[in-house]
């Protein structure tokens, strides 16, 4: 505050804010409460990241089936000029 007083957050407040439902009962001792909630990943940005690692890994599966269709054609020797 500009007067230099400090306000803490209630366990409600940073639960709203880690975006825990309204219904959500935490335990009465204020740090195991507070822990949960610091130790708690938003739901938005736990989907953001599991979809973010399943568009990098599905790209790498895309890639890596490319990879092994352009190995596995075989070469004509009039390209190559290799005697078969």
């Not at 195991?32 to 938003?42: K, N, R």
Request: charge should be positive; hydrophobic fraction near 40%.
């Amino acid at each position: 505050m500009p007067d230099g007083t400090v306000k803490s957050l209630s366990i409600e407040g940073a639960a709203i804010l880690q975006g825990f439902p309204s219904w959500y009962e935490f335990p009465n001792e204020t740090a195991t409460a507070g822990s949960i909630i610091g130790y708690s990943v938003p739901l938005s940005f736990a989907t953001q990241l599991f979809m973010s690692a399943q568009s990098i890994i599905a790209r790498s599966k895309s890639m890596t089936n490319r990879k092994r269709v352009r190995a596995s054609v075989p070469l004509d020797s009039s390209v190559t000029g290799a005697v078969v």
